[in-house]
C-alpha cells in the first residue's frame, strides 16, 4: 500500500468524527498511526480524557469522561480501544459484542 492512499485512508477515518473541521487535538481514537503520536493531557480528544470537575464560584463543571457517540466509536480500531476513556471503552466492547452476536444467530 502506498504512503498517499495510507494517508487518505487515514484522513478519511478521521474525519468520521463530527468535530474534525474544528479539532485541532493531536491524538485522536480515530488514528490508524495514534501509537505515533505524542503529546500532553491536554493534546488528547475530548473522547480520550478523564472525567474531571472544576469549580469556579458556585458552579462546577465537568470534562472528559464522556461516551463517545456510536456514529464515531464504531470506526475507532480496536488497537486504539486502550486510549479511549472507560465508559467509550465499555460502550465500544458492548458493541462489538453485540454486533458479534448479531451476525452469529440462525437466520
Given at each position: 500500500m502506498s504512503l498517499k492512499i495510507q494517508t487518505e485512508e487515514l484522513t478519511q477515518n478521521l474525519k468520521k468524527c463530527r468535530n474534525f473541521a474544528r479539532c485541532n487535538q493531536n491524538r485522536c481514537p480515530l488514528d490508524f498511526e495514534l501509537h505515533l503520536r505524542t503529546g500532553s493531557e491536554s493534546d488528547k480528544c475530548r473522547w480520550m480524557r478523564k472525567a474531571s470537575k472544576t469549580k469556579i464560584g458556585s458552579?462546577?463543571?465537568?470534562?472528559?469522561?464522556?461516551?463517545?457517540?456510536?456514529?464515531?466509536l464504531i470506526f475507532v480500531p480496536e488497537s486504539n480501544l486502550k486510549w479511549l476513556n472507560r465508559v467509550s471503552q465499555r460502550r465500544w466492547i458492548k458493541f462489538k459484542q453485540s454486533k458479534y452476536e448479531n451476525n452469529t444467530t440462525i437466520k
Open positions: 458552579k462546577e463543571f465537568v470534562s472528559g469522561g464522556r461516551v463517545m457517540p456510536d456514529a464515531i
